[in-house]
């Protein structure tokens, strides 16, 4: 019995990197006894087996760009723009958001103007199979902006042109339910957001209500009312508390998810900028970015009290009409879509400072954060048999582990894991060979 080290890398397949292709599957194959550190769920391959550290990182932001119908991916490690999806990769006209599964391994952007959902496997930044995904008759339903369910079973759409939300089985990538204004959707949904504890889904439209969606059944069970044509939702992780930033009324309503009432100190207009937009909260709770788009700045709020505790503004390094935050899952930067510079700012959570603005496509609206997985297949010497396989994993604990006989290539061990933090992890994945008996 023999124990054969290879490479972590993404999924089989090829990786564009700069418009270049460079095949993983190649180079692991031909470096079977090197290691990977893996920043993230990307992984470079370092000679001699011997712990390194790499200088790609691994959670990506994903940029919808609006007008050059594109999508950026950019490494947050080092805020370069890795790959470019277009139009000839499956994104349709006017993309307006982004929203990963809880794997990271799909990316589903809402097109606008053409009237679909591109599904985005983020191993390879191709279309994935189903996509794109007709929403609706026709092409005037105008999907705007999208949230995905804690499992990562169902995306739901808001559609604001023909008021309505579609509701998409990942694994089929087929719409399987539509809530429609007879439903009780309000005129003009545009935010949507899924509770990560409750079974409920909520859908801002402009006629000054939040609807309350029972994802169990996709029924329409409450309407929150709030002050000034709400726009952008975000939910705590414990979800107990909904904030919804009110477009015309430059305040956040918040709600206590457990009545759907607003709380005694809603809505908050001290600190809020005109025109608030697509709010994040950090993954701990504590503070909630608003773009205020009209303002040019983003407000910070504490969860604690909910007071408005620092204000980034313009002078500070916030771009012209920011659109939407998004903060990564290690909780230490926000990122925030600048549309009408065609950038995104980075913000250090800890100072509440711009650390840096970088450029990406034409009028960047909604963006997504995330960890993708990494994934690393280690094939048997000819003449022996995989009977096992594992990793050999140095650094903070990944999640999403998976260790198991490969699909493909043949007579190989795969394992697939992805890093939430922002600290490397080493990892050297193995196969188990044996004389065929």
């Given at each position: 019995?023999?124990?054969?080290?290879?490479?972590?890398?993404?999924?089989?397949?090829?990786?564009?990197?700069?418009?270049?292709?460079?095949?993983?599957?190649?180079?692991?194959?031909?470096?079977?006894?090197?290691?990977?550190?893996?920043?993230?769920?990307?992984?470079?391959?370092?000679?001699?087996?011997?712990?390194?550290?790499?200088?790609?990182?691994?959670?990506?932001?994903?940029?919808?760009?609006?007008?050059?119908?594109?999508?950026?991916?950019?490494?947050?490690?080092?805020?370069?723009?890795?790959?470019?999806?277009?139009?000839?990769?499956?994104?349709?006209?006017?993309?307006?958001?982004?929203?990963?599964?809880?794997?990271?391994?799909?990316?589903?952007?809402?097109?606008?103007?053409?009237?679909?959902?591109?599904?985005?496997?983020?191993?390879?930044?191709?279309?994935?199979?189903?996509?794109?995904?007709?929403?609706?008759?026709?092409?005037?339903?105008?999907?705007?902006?999208?949230?995905?369910?804690?499992?990562?079973?169902?995306?739901?759409?808001?559609?604001?042109?023909?008021?309505?939300?579609?509701?998409?089985?990942?694994?089929?990538?087929?719409?399987?339910?539509?809530?429609?204004a007879g439903d009780g959707i309000g005129v003009g949904p545009r935010g949507v957001?899924?509770?990560?504890?409750?079974?409920?889904?909520?859908?801002?439209?402009?006629?000054?209500?939040?609807?309350?969606?029972?994802?169990?059944?996709?029924?329409?069970?409450?309407?929150?009312?709030?002050?000034?044509?709400?726009?952008?939702?975000?939910?705590?992780?414990?979800?107990?508390?909904?904030?919804?930033?009110?477009?015309?009324?430059?305040?956040?309503?918040?709600?206590?998810?457990?009545?759907?009432?607003?709380?005694?100190?809603?809505?908050?207009?001290?600190?809020?900028?005109?025109?608030?937009?697509?709010?994040?909260?950090?993954?701990?709770?504590?503070?909630v970015y608003v773009p205020n788009s009209t303002s040019d700045s983003v407000s910070?709020?504490?969860?604690?009290?909910?007071?408005?505790?620092?204000?980034?503004?313009?002078?500070?390094?916030?771009?012209?009409?920011?659109?939407?935050?998004?903060?990564?899952?290690?909780?230490?930067?926000?990122?925030?879509?600048?549309?009408?510079?065609?950038?995104?700012?980075?913000?250090?959570?800890?100072?509440?400072?711009?650390?840096?603005?970088?450029?990406?496509?034409?009028?960047?609206?909604?963006?997504?954060?995330?960890?993708?997985?990494?994934?690393?297949?280690?094939?048997?010497?000819?003449?022996?048999?995989?009977?096992?396989?594992?990793?050999?994993?140095?650094?903070?604990?990944?999640?999403?582990?998976?260790?198991?006989?490969?699909?493909?290539?043949?007579?190989?061990?795969?394992?697939?894991?992805?890093?939430?933090?922002?600290?490397?992890?080493?990892?050297?994945?193995?196969?188990?060979?044996?004389?065929?008996?």
């Amino acid at each position: 019995m023999s124990k054969v080290v290879g490479t972590l890398r993404r999924e089989p397949g090829t990786v564009r990197r700069r418009g270049r292709e460079v095949s993983w599957r190649t180079r692991a194959r031909t470096r079977l006894t090197t290691a990977g550190v893996i920043l993230a769920s990307v992984v470079l391959p370092v000679t001699n087996a011997t712990p390194a550290t790499a200088a790609d990182g691994g959670t990506y932001a994903y940029v919808a760009n609006f007008t050059d119908d594109s999508v950026s991916v950019v490494n947050t490690k080092t805020n370069l723009i890795t790959d470019t999806i277009t139009t000839g990769e499956g994104i349709g006209n006017g993309p307006n958001d982004v929203v990963m599964t809880p794997n990271g391994k799909l990316a589903y952007i809402p097109n606008f103007n053409a009237g679909t959902v591109t599904a985005i496997d983020t191993a390879t930044n191709l279309a994935a199979p189903g996509s794109p995904i007709t929403i609706g008759p026709a092409i005037s339903t105008g999907p705007t902006n999208a949230a995905v369910s804690p499992k990562g079973d169902f995306v739901y759409v808001t559609n604001q042109l023909v008021p309505s939300v579609s509701v998409i089985d990942t694994a089929t990538n087929l719409v399987t339910d539509t809530i429609t204004a007879g439903d009780g959707i309000g005129v003009g949904p545009r935010g949507v957001v899924v509770n990560p504890l409750l079974p409920r889904a909520y859908v801002a439209s402009a006629v000054g209500t939040v609807a309350v969606i029972d994802t169990t059944n996709n029924s329409v069970i409450d309407t929150i009312a709030s002050a000034g044509e709400p726009r952008g939702l975000a939910v705590t992780p414990d979800g107990a508390r909904l904030y919804v930033t009110n477009f015309t009324g430059n305040s956040v309503t918040v709600v206590d998810t457990a009545t759907n009432l607003p709380t005694p100190d809603s809505p908050i207009t001290v600190g809020i900028g005109t025109a608030p937009r697509n709010p994040a909260v950090t993954p701990n709770g504590d503070f909630v970015y608003v773009p205020n788009s009209t303002s040019d700045s983003v407000s910070v709020i504490r969860t604690s009290d909910n007071t408005v505790t620092d204000t980034i503004t313009a002078l500070e390094g916030i771009g012209n009409n920011p659109f939407s935050v998004e903060v990564n899952p290690a909780g230490t930067f926000a990122y925030v879509t600048n549309s009408d510079d065609d950038t995104v700012s980075a913000i250090d959570t800890v100072t509440n400072a711009v650390a840096e603005t970088f450029a990406v496509g034409e009028a960047p609206r909604g963006l997504a954060v995330g960890a993708v997985p990494g994934t690393g297949s280690v094939p048997c010497p000819v003449g022996q048999v995989v009977t096992g396989g594992g990793a050999e994993i140095t650094g903070p604990e990944p999640s999403n582990f998976v260790s198991k006989p490969a699909d493909e290539p043949d007579n190989a061990w795969e394992v697939s894991l992805t890093n939430p933090t922002n600290q490397d992890i080493t990892v050297m994945p193995y196969a188990v060979c044996s004389d065929p008996t």
